[in-house]
């Protein structure tokens, strides 16, 4: 079969589109396909998923310096690190913990960062909350500081070391 | 079509509410993912685990009054069709429809948020406004997040913030997208060029209903990549800043192709308004794609008589589930494509 698009090459990229059950066909050539995507409303490289993505990413020399000799195994949900490498996907909370060594360098991949700066549960976040009030109290402290504001800094002193009391 | 007046009602509120830079940006969208403590997360979850799930999101918005009459729906008990209704609705995402098993939905009245139980993670906050208002989006997410974090307990970890299935969620949990109406980019071939810049900012670019899904109609969604090491605020205003540039660079090329080519531009978008108010047979796609060159006419005052909110409108309802809702039964393929030009026509004329 000829592509539709071009008339000249053979067919080999053959796309049935079934949107609410009606549907469509098309049969293109591999350099038309990739020619028509956004055209067409797809894009080509339509299998290139954030699970395949990190499976590759793990597989690669992410992984290597980390890979356990035994499987490590979540105590909790019973995923293995085998398991997340191939589904991209965690189990539950504690896998986190568990499998930490492999997956931090991963979540410095993707994000460029591995610590949570954002928003902190307000009932359960408890010590967390506090922790990050004296962190941003010290943070003003150091700024009074290089100011020669040591009447603001010594009272920013003594929130922190009341702040503490409470950790 | 004597449900259309109700159905239209039934429509989300956003979709008639007036938004900043609306003729630019159709909606803003923002969604938080959130675990619960000590169960696993939905797809290492049994049965009753998940039921459990259900239970406590339940009983945490039980005395609830801060957000208006709820609605819960269990999705095993409504039908395909209705499901993909609420989907249509931006109310749910495409693998939540696809197995129903164990899944929930809560929406409110006027449909501008709604909280998906048991998809991905547990729970899915979601909120959907009108225009440019990622920031109004956060707001009430934030205000929900926070209304049932005081009786369900988070999984949290002071380094990875709130922990979700796939690491890429991790941290803030937070996804927002602004879904960019960019007809003028895409006539003069510039779409590709400026979206694809946006990766290089964290942002991506996805289709109409999300990950995965295509785009129709010179609409693209973007939203941010990165969730973690970075505030909700930083997010939000980084996105909503980006959209402002992308939304500044669609207006002059509009104003551009009014300046240069008067003439064909009038001419493509009255044939689109021609095809609308005359067709017979009308597919969603060819349907969305002139939708997209009338709405460009409205905007520019080319096209009058129509206003912004009937087109917006007639987006939804002629998706196919939607339309079905109209006419109150199963339509094949081929009836549809009819009675979607009927209601076009319908709405167009009046």
Excluded at chain 1, 89 to 111: D, M, T, V
Excluded at chain 2, 108 to 130: A, C, P, V
Excluded at chain 2, 238 to 259: D, F, G, K, Y
């Amino acid at each position: 079969m000829l592509c539709q698009r071009c008339n000249e090459k053979a067919a080999t990229v053959h796309l049935t589109k079934i949107i609410n059950s009606e549907k469509t066909e098309l049969h293109l050539c591999e350099l038309c396909a990739k020619d028509a995507g956004s055209e067409l409303g797809f894009i080509f490289e339509s299998n290139f998923s954030f699970q395949n993505l990190i499976a590759g990413l793990l597989g690669g020399e992410l992984s290597a310096p980390q890979e356990p000799s035994v499987e490590v195994k979540c105590s909790q949900c019973g995923l293995t690190f085998s398991d997340f490498k191939n589904a991209g996907i965690l189990g539950c909370g504690e896998c986190y913990s568990r499998f930490q060594a492999g997956l931090e360098p991963l979540l410095n991949k993707i994000h460029g960062s591995v610590r949570h700066v954002g928003k902190v549960p307000q009932r359960t976040g408890g010590k967390i909350l506090i922790r990050k009030e004296i962190d941003s109290l010290r943070r003003e402290l150091q700024q009074a500081i290089t100011l020669e504001n040591y009447e603001k800094a010594a009272e920013l002193r003594d929130e922190i070391r009341e702040r503490e009391q409470e950790l | 079509m004597k449900n259309l007046e109700t159905i239209k009602k039934l429509l989300p509120n956003w979709v008639r509410d007036e938004g900043i830079d609306d003729e630019v940006v159709l909606s803003s969208r923002l969604r938080l993912a959130r675990n619960l403590k000590e169960i696993p997360f939905p797809h290492k979850a049994n049965e009753e685990q998940l039921q459990k799930v259900y239970e406590k999101v339940e009983l945490a918005l039980e005395q609830q009054t801060d957000f208006g009459e709820l609605e819960m729906i269990k999705f095993e008990e409504i039908s395909p069709l209705e499901r993909l209704a609420l989907m249509e609705e931006h109310l749910c995402s495409p693998q939540f429809i696809e197995s129903p098993q164990n899944r929930y939905l809560v929406t409110n009245e006027g449909k501008f948020f709604s909280l998906m139980i048991n998809e991905e993670d547990h729970l899915r906050i979601q909120t959907i406004m009108s225009g440019l208002a990622v920031d109004r989006a956060l707001e009430l997410a934030n205000k929900l997040d926070n209304y049932l974090e005081q009786s369900l307990d988070y999984c949290f970890d002071e380094n990875y913030g709130y922990l979700t299935t796939c690491p890429t969620n991790a941290g803030t949990g937070i996804r927002a997208s602004v879904m960019l109406h960019l007809p003028g980019l895409t006539m003069v071939d510039q779409v590709k060029r400026v979206l694809s810049a946006l990766s290089h900012l964290g942002i991506n670019v996805r289709g109409l209903y999300g990950e995965g899904t295509e785009s129709f109609g010179d609409l693209y969604q973007i939203s941010n990549q990165v969730t973690l090491g970075r505030s909700e605020e930083e997010l939000t205003m980084n996105l909503m800043s980006i959209s402002r540039q992308v939304i500044e660079q669609e207006r002059a090329v509009r104003e551009a192709l009014l300046r240069e080519s008067r003439n064909k531009l009038e001419d493509r978008l009255c044939r689109a308004f021609g095809i609308l108010t005359q067709a017979r047979l009308i597919s969603a796609q060819e349907a969305m794609k002139l939708f997209s060159d009338v709405k460009l006419g409205v905007e520019l005052g080319i096209i009058s008589g129509v206003s912004r909110v009937k087109l917006k409108e007639l987006m939804f309802l002629s998706r196919s589930a939607l339309l079905q809702r109209i006419f109150d039964r199963e339509l094949t393929p081929n009836e549809r494509e009819y009675y979607r030009a009927e209601l076009i026509r319908k709405e167009l004329q009046s």
